[in-house]
């Protein structure tokens, strides 16, 4: 399996994850995302021609006490039906936090992943190491229906040496 990021000219019509937003979006709007208003970029989990996944990530930020500070923020992923339970999402989550390792050290400056973690996926998460964190209190976390979830590079690196 190959992980990197989507192509133009890759056909996603065909993806199905069994979650229908996900899927839209892969389909209808990663491309323009990427390509035309550069909001994101989608990397993909690609095995013999066939998408067996994506990730898409975007530049954020974590409001700290004192200051604001950088983050890759995992905006959407998933894995397709027929790819599930074979470590593709584990693969897309590794290759996202070697991401960050490598903008926190060689490129702009990052201190970790930021996901907003549906309900269904936040045991997935907190697997790997990520955090809850409390949503910023206002008129949004009455109404916010994932939980925000955190990884720090330093343990991204602790992981990576225990291996």
Same mark, same amino acid.
């Given at each position: 399996m190959?992980? @990197?990021?989507?192509?133009?000219?890759? =056909?996603?019509? *065909?993806? $199905? $994850?069994?979650?229908?937003?996900?899927?839209?979006?892969?389909?209808?709007?990663? *491309?323009?995302?990427?390509?035309?208003?550069?909001? *994101?970029?989608?990397?993909?989990?690609?095995?013999?021609?066939?998408?067996?996944?994506?990730?898409?990530?975007?530049? #954020?930020?974590v !409001?700290?006490?004192?200051?604001?500070?950088?983050?890759?923020?995992l &905006?959407?992923?998933?894995?397709? $039906?027929?790819?599930? *339970?074979?470590?593709?999402? #584990? #693969?897309?989550?590794?290759?996202?936090?070697?991401?960050?390792?490598?903008? &926190?050290?060689? !490129?702009?400056?990052?201190?970790?992943?930021?996901?907003?973690? !549906?309900? =269904? #996926?936040? =045991?997935?998460?907190?697997?790997?190491?990520?955090?809850?964190?409390?949503?910023?209190?206002?008129?949004?976390?009455?109404?916010?229906?994932?939980?925000?979830m955190?990884?720090?590079?330093? @343990?991204?690196?602790?992981?990576?040496? &225990?291996?």
């Amino acid at each position: 399996m190959e992980i @990197r990021v989507l192509r133009p000219s890759e =056909d996603r019509s *065909g993806f $199905s $994850s069994g979650n229908i937003e996900l899927d839209r979006f892969f389909q209808r709007f990663a *491309g323009q995302n990427q390509f035309r208003v550069q909001l *994101g970029v989608t990397h993909v989990a690609i095995e013999r021609g066939q998408i067996l996944g994506f990730a898409t990530v975007s530049a #954020a930020q974590v !409001k700290l006490p004192a200051y604001p500070v950088p983050v890759i923020r995992l &905006s959407r992923m998933a894995v397709a $039906s027929r790819a599930q *339970g074979r470590g593709v999402g #584990a #693969a897309l989550l590794r290759h996202v936090n070697l991401l960050a390792v490598e903008l &926190s050290t060689e !490129k702009i400056g990052c201190v970790g992943v930021l996901v907003d973690a !549906k309900s =269904d #996926a936040r =045991d997935f998460y907190a697997r790997y190491g990520f955090i809850e964190l409390e949503p910023e209190a206002g008129e949004l976390a009455a109404h916010f229906q994932a939980t925000p979830m955190f990884l720090g590079v330093q @343990r991204i690196r602790a992981a990576r040496t &225990s291996h």
